[in-house]
C-alpha cells in the first residue's frame, strides 16, 4: 500500500512544474523584507500568519501549475524535454488530478479565512479572488488567456510577481513605499524575464498547436531581445531599490552584497544573448539544427530562474537582516 501512495505523491509534485517553484516562492522571503521593519517581535502571531501565507500562494502556485500541465497536455507530448511531465501526466490521469485542483482550491480559501480570522484584512480577500481567478484563467478554456499574446503578457506579470508579492506585503504590513512600488516594478519585470526563455524552449510546439503566446507573436528574435531588455531593467531597478535602503540603513557597506545579485544577472544574460544570436541565424536560415539548439539552450531555463530569483532573495534577506543589526 505504501508504494502506490508515495508513487501518486510524486506523480503530483511532477504536474504541479516544480522547476517554478524558487520563482514563486521567492516572492515569501522578498515581501517580508520590505514589509517588516523595526521594532519587531517575532510571535507566534507573526509564526502562524507565516505559515498560512506561505501554503495559500504555495497552494494557489500549485494548482495553477497543475491546470496548465492538464491543458497543455497534446502540446507537451510532442516535445521530447517534457517527456517526464507528460508521465506523470498519464500516470496520475485527468480525473485524479483535477479532484487535486478542486482539493487545493478549497484548502486554499481555508487558509485564507484563517487569516482573515486573526488579522481581517478584505485587501487579503480581494487579492486572493483576483490571483484565484487568473489561474484558472491562464490555462482553462474558454478564456484560456494563454493563448492571447498580450493578455498572456499582463497574466503572468500579475500572477507571478504583483499579486503575491502584495498579498505578502498586505499580510505583515499596511500601506507600501514609494521605494518598495518601485522595486516590485523590477521584480515583474525580473520575473517575466525568465519566463520568456520557457516560451522560447516551447515556441516551435507553440506554433504549430496555435497557441499565441507572447513569443509566438513577437518571434523569437523579439522575444529574445525582449527578455535581455526585460532583465537589464528589472536587475537595475531592483538593485537600485535595494541599494538606497541598504546604503541608508545602520550599514551602508551591505550594499556590497548586490554583486551577487549583479553577477547572477550578467550570467544569465549572456546566455540570453546566444539565445538572440541564434534566434537571428533561425530566422534567416530556418534550419532544423538551429532551432534545435535554441531549444536545447532554453532548456537550461529551470539552472536560470534559480539563479536570478534566489541572488534577488539572498540580498533581499541581507536587507531584511540590515534593518534589525
Not at 498519464?90 to 487558509?111: H, I, N, P, W, Y
Not at 523569437?220 to 537600485?240: D, E, H, N, P, Q
Request: charged fraction near 15%; glycine fraction near 6%.
Amino acid at each position: 500500500m505504501g508504494e502506490p501512495r508515495f508513487r501518486g505523491l510524486r506523480l503530483l509534485v511532477g504536474v504541479s512544474r516544480p522547476e517554478f517553484l524558487p520563482a514563486n516562492l521567492s516572492a515569501l522571503t522578498v515581501g517580508i523584507s520590505w514589509a517588516i521593519n523595526p521594532p519587531f517581535l517575532l510571535t507566534w502571531n507573526f509564526l502562524v500568519l507565516l505559515a498560512l501565507c506561505f501554503l495559500t500562494i504555495t497552494l494557489v502556485s500549485a494548482f495553477g501549475a497543475q491546470l496548465n500541465t492538464m491543458f497543455d497536455y497534446d502540446i507537451d507530448r510532442k516535445d521530447k524535454y517534457k517527456k517526464d511531465l507528460v508521465r506523470a501526466m498519464e500516470g496520475l490521469g485527468r480525473r485524479k488530478l483535477k479532484a487535486f485542483v478542486v482539493l487545493e482550491f478549497l484548502l486554499s480559501a481555508v487558509t485564507l479565512y484563517l487569516m482573515w480570522l486573526i488579522e481581517g484584512k478584505l485587501t487579503l480577500l480581494l487579492l486572493w479572488v483576483v490571483g484565484t481567478f487568473l489561474v484558472f484563467a491562464y490555462s482553462t478554456p474558454p478564456i484560456r488567456l494563454k493563448t492571447r499574446s498580450w493578455m498572456q503578457m499582463v497574466a503572468i506579470f500579475l500572477v507571478l510577481s504583483i499579486v503575491p508579492m502584495l498579498f505578502i506585503f498586505y499580510t505583515f504590513a499596511s500601506l507600501p513605499s514609494l521605494l518598495f512600488l518601485i522595486f516590485l516594478a523590477g521584480e515583474a519585470s525580473t520575473i517575466y524575464a525568465v519566463i520568456i526563455p520557457t516560451e522560447i524552449r516551447d515556441y516551435f510546439g507553440d506554433s504549430a498547436m496555435r497557441v499565441k503566446t507572447m513569443t509566438v507573436r513577437l518571434g523569437l528574435r523579439k522575444a529574445s531581445f525582449f527578455s535581455i531588455i526585460l532583465l537589464t531593467f528589472g536587475g537595475l531597478v531592483c538593485g537600485a531599490t535595494l541599494f538606497v535602503g541598504l546604503y541608508f540603513g545602520t550599514y551602508p557597506w551591505l550594499s556590497v552584497f548586490l554583486i551577487v545579485m549583479a553577477v547572477a544577472d550578467v550570467y544569465v544574460l549572456s546566455r540570453y544573448r546566444k539565445l538572440y544570436g541564434l534566434s537571428k541565424k533561425y530566422r534567416t536560415s530556418k534550419k532544423s539544427s538551429v532551432a534545435r539548439e535554441i531549444t536545447d539552450l532554453a532548456a537550461h531555463i529551470p539552472r536560470w530562474i534559480m539563479l536570478v530569483t534566489q541572488a534577488l532573495v539572498f540580498v533581499s534577506l541581507v536587507f531584511l537582516i540590515g534593518k534589525f543589526l
